[in-house]
């Protein structure tokens, strides 16, 4: 069964720190995984996406890491502020059959809150 | 200048009633989605048109029927609405024109459905 768990479930940071955000996943064949922000009320916003081959990718303060062989990944933000709190989703993309039509698996999010 | 827009913003009705979500899209991609985020935060994918042809049908009562008139409007319609409905209902849509493993979901603001 295609799962994607995320860690930890929520997080409490003060504004300017770092924090790093983990995911892990049982999706296979793989094609390409996700980070994604929705803040509260709102549809997610996509952060990143990174293909099997690609380990890291930026996105102004967001740094998104994969590594496909052990199926793990991570979201480092940098300089927190307070418009970083919101959830974060790992989604992870099937490879089917070189299409992709968005059959995402996606994480239960990860609640960041990021306090004065 | 809204990329995905869904109405209503919010939906509260009996159980039994009949209700329709609309949502388009003015980012001239060819494919959209319909999500299901349930109490838990996980989003689920529903269904997705490619050029108003279904091509994703995940298993979903058949009292949900999505309409696509045309590439830019993909509607949802529920029929006969049960409490276990109640969740936030997101479209989102993205170019697949390419059929590459990277593009892009933009999604609505969702539709908070409550059935009483």
């Known amino acids: 069964k295609n799962q994607v768990e995320q860690s930890p479930q929520s997080l409490i940071i003060l504004e300017g720190k770092n924090c790093t955000l983990q995911?892990?996943?049982?999706?296979?064949?793989?094609?390409?995984l996700r980070w994604y922000k929705q803040d509260t009320g709102r549809g997610p916003v996509s952060l990143t996406i990174m293909t099997f081959s690609e380990n890291t990718k930026s996105n102004g303060r967001y740094t998104a890491t994969l590594d496909a062989d052990t199926k793990q990944s991570s979201l480092h933000i940098t300089a927190s502020q307070l418009s970083d709190s919101a959830s974060y989703i790992c989604?992870?993309?099937?490879?089917?059959?070189?299409?992709?039509?968005?059959?995402?698996?996606f994480g239960q999010g990860t609640i960041l809150t990021v306090h004065p | 200048d809204t990329a995905v827009s869904q109405t209503p913003k919010y939906l509260v009705t009996q159980m039994g009633n009949d209700k329709s979500i609309k949502c388009e899209q003015n980012?001239?991609?060819?494919?959209m989605y319909w999500y299901k985020q349930d109490s838990k935060k996980f989003l689920k994918i529903m269904f997705s048109y490619n050029n108003k042809e279904l091509i994703i049908n995940e298993t979903v009562p058949n009292r949900f029927s999505p309409k696509s008139p045309d590439k830019a409007h993909l509607n949802l319609h529920i029929n006969s609405l049960e409490l276990g409905d109640s969740a936030v209902y997101f479209c989102a849509s993205s170019q697949s024109r390419s059929r590459g493993r990277k593009e892009t979901q933009y999604f609505g603001p969702g539709t908070r459905l409550l059935v009483l």
């Open positions: 995911c892990n996943y049982t999706v296979s064949p793989f094609s390409n």
């Open positions: 980012l001239g991609h060819d494919t």
């Open positions: 989604v992870v993309g099937p490879n089917a059959g070189g299409t992709s039509y968005g059959k995402l698996t």
